[in-house]
């Protein structure tokens, strides 16, 4: 007889098994940091591109077209508002915030995602420029920007 009263099983058969419950969540995901590697070497790029310009010319061009400049911003140059992030003032200043964003990046990205890594640096750089452009009105340039905004989202999840 079977410890099932309803059971139409026979005794030889046991009972069936429950399955356990689906959960929703999941551990993360680890993608390789393949935002982060294509932000730094477009970062750099733009270093050297500013670098071999400005001993061709004498001007830093692309800071003249791409800097955080307070008057251009408030005549409508809003692209400034998030370019400031590729350009660097030195070899070490570069250096400083690729290494923070390689630090930073690879682990923020590869837990979270590419996508959602990007929309962060984008606006970690917006955020950060807007907040400059609001509280200063000297000229400013660096990806210090996002390097902060990574620090921030990174003491928001901890």
């Given at each position: 007889m079977s410890n099932y009263p309803d059971s139409d099983?026979?005794?030889s058969q046991p009972p069936p098994q429950r399955q356990a419950p689906r959960l929703f969540v999941s551990a993360p995901k680890t993608n390789q940091p393949i935002v982060t590697y294509v932000l730094i070497g477009l970062t750099?790029?733009?270093y050297l591109a500013q670098t071999v310009i400005e001993s061709l010319t004498g001007v830093d061009v692309l800071f003249l077209y791409l800097g955080k400049i307070n008057p251009f911003i408030m005549e409508g140059q809003?692209?400034?508002l998030f370019t400031p992030a590729l350009l660097h003032a030195s070899p070490l200043h570069l250096l400083a915030n690729m290494y923070a964003?390689?630090?930073l990046g690879?682990?923020?990205e590869s837990i979270n995602g590419?996508?959602?890594f990007f929309l962060l640096c984008l606006v970690s750089a917006f955020g950060g420029n807007v907040l400059s452009f609001v509280l200063g009105d000297y000229p400013s340039l660096g990806a210090s920007t996002v390097t902060f905004g990574l620090l921030a989202a990174q003491a928001m999840f901890i």
């Open positions: 099983q026979p005794e750099v790029i733009f809003f692209w400034r964003a390689f630090i690879r682990s923020y590419h996508l959602r």
